[in-house]
């Protein structure tokens, strides 16, 4: 039997990264596209010399290697790059996560659940490569406060309502308690996913 392949999405600082921890304790596989990304930077050959191309090497830190921020500062204000860096890495990101799901298949006893946090989910097209939804959504004072941002950046403008996010997806909670309610929340998606574990 393959996992249960969940999707945990939101807006920045909604607690998506919590949320993904929260279903870890409670059983589940996960993995982050913030992690497969950070990795796909430091460590994938064709990928740095793609940003070395495109960018330049004012994108290495004093190390050497490819600096997130600088890349952030970049493409902050430039729609176009950011199109760019993104079709370099979603391809990436999705493979990887994809294969790491088979693989989970694949093991004599397998997790009944497995949890992918996918910021963009629905803005790229991203759901139908999953069997439920999560969405976590948060009052924007609260994602500000958290993600330590005094305005909304580009990305932001960009995304999907939450409203909508919510609309679309299997489960949502609104993170705005406890670290406790956020746990009860996913404690209980787990058991109504367990229950519907694909053959």
Same mark, same amino acid.
């Given at each position: 039997m393959r996992p249960v392949a969940v999707a945990i999405t939101g807006g920045i600082g909604a607690g998506k990264t919590e949320a993904l !921890?929260? #279903? /870890?304790?409670h059983g589940a596989a996960t993995i982050s596209s913030d992690d497969i990304v !950070?990795? $796909?930077?430091?460590? &994938?050959?064709?990928?740095?010399?793609?940003?070395?191309?495109? #960018?330049?090497?004012?994108?290495?830190?004093? %190390?050497? !290697?490819? &600096?997130?921020?600088?890349?952030?500062?970049?493409?902050?204000d430039d729609q176009e790059a950011l199109a760019w860096l993104?079709? $370099? $890495?979603?391809?990436?990101?999705? %493979?990887?996560? $994809? /294969?790491?799901?088979?693989?989970l298949a694949a093991l004599p006893d397998p997790p009944a659940v497995s949890a992918t946090e996918v910021p963009l989910l629905y803005e790229v097209g991203g759901e139908e490569? #999953?069997? %439920?939804?999560?969405a976590i959504t948060a009052p924007e004072d609260l994602r500000r406060e958290r993600s330590r941002v005094s305005s909304p950046d580009q990305r932001e403008s960009r995304l999907i309502p939450d409203e909508e996010k919510t609309a679309r997806a299997d489960f949502s909670y609104v993170n705005d308690g406890t670290r406790q309610q956020l746990d009860d929340f996913v /404690?209980?998606?787990m058991r109504a996913l367990a229950a519907r574990q694909p053959a």
């Open positions: !921890h929260a #279903f /870890a304790r !950070h990795r $796909l930077l430091r460590e &994938d050959d064709d990928v740095r010399a793609a940003l070395l191309e495109r #960018f330049g090497t004012g994108i290495l830190d004093d %190390a050497g !290697h490819i &600096d997130r921020a600088a890349i952030s500062r970049i493409v902050f993104e079709a $370099l $890495l979603h391809p990436r990101v999705v %493979a990887e996560y $994809l /294969a790491w799901r088979e693989a490569r #999953f069997d %439920a939804i999560v /404690a209980e998606t």
